[in-house]
Every structure is written in structure tokens, then in C-alpha cells.
């Protein structure tokens, strides 16, 4: 990321009716603009969340049974994402039979 000196030169230079806007002036507007985007941010995050393989991932009940199929295939360079797990659990039922929730 670009310090903020050459964000500011940056936003001058693509924004000149700005142009007479100084340093300390553009650090207020950018800061307070930071601000009310940290402020619109969903502070509801869940306690569940891990880091997986794939990204961090919440804890639910597919990510369990990912964990398990994985450890069927400990060793294995190839086992799938957990993404395509969650998709073959959707759509495919032989799948869904085998590593489904009734067979844990």
C-alpha cells in the first residue's frame, strides 16, 4: 500500500478542483472517510471462525465433516477444497450418503 504522502499526491492529481486542498486538510477528510467506512462495517462477527486450508472458514456443521473427510485422506497432496465438499454434499447424494451428517 502507498504511504499516505503519495495517496494524497495520488488524489490530487486525479481530483485537481481539489487541487488547493493542503496535506493536514486531505489527512482530516481521508481520515474521517476511514472512520465512517470502519463505522458502517457488520460488527457482528461469530466466535467460530478457523483457519482451514482454503481461508478462514466458520465453524458449522460441514466444516466438521470436512475435517473428518480430510482426515480419511491424510497424506494425500489433492484432497478438495472445502467448497467443493460443501458443493458435493448439495448435489450429490451418494456423497451426501457417504460423509453426509447421518454417517458421523
Known amino acids: 500500500m502507498a504511504t499516505l ?16 486542498c493542503t496535506y493536514p486538510e486531505w489527512l482530516k477528510w481521508h481520515s474521517e472517510q476511514i472512520a465512517e467506512a470502519i463505522a458502517n462495517i457488520d460488527p457482528k462477527v461469530s ?3 478457523q483457519i482451514g486450508p482454503d481461508g ?3 465453524a458449522t456443521e460441514e466444516w466438521e465433516l470436512y475435517q473428518q473427510y480430510r482426515d480419511e485422506f491424510a497424506g494425500y497432496d ?7 465438499f460443501v458443493n458435493e ?5 451418494k456423497f451426501k450418503d457417504k460423509y453426509g451428517k447421518s454417517n458421523t
Open 5 to 20: 504522502e503519495t495517496q494524497y499526491k495520488m488524489f490530487i492529481k486525479y481530483n485537481p478542483k481539489y487541487s488547493d
Open 47 to 49: 466466535d467460530d471462525f
Open 56 to 58: 478462514a472458514y466458520e
Open 78 to 84: 489433492d484432497v478438495p477444497s472445502y467448497d467443493w
Open 89 to 93: 454434499l448439495k448435489t450429490n447424494e
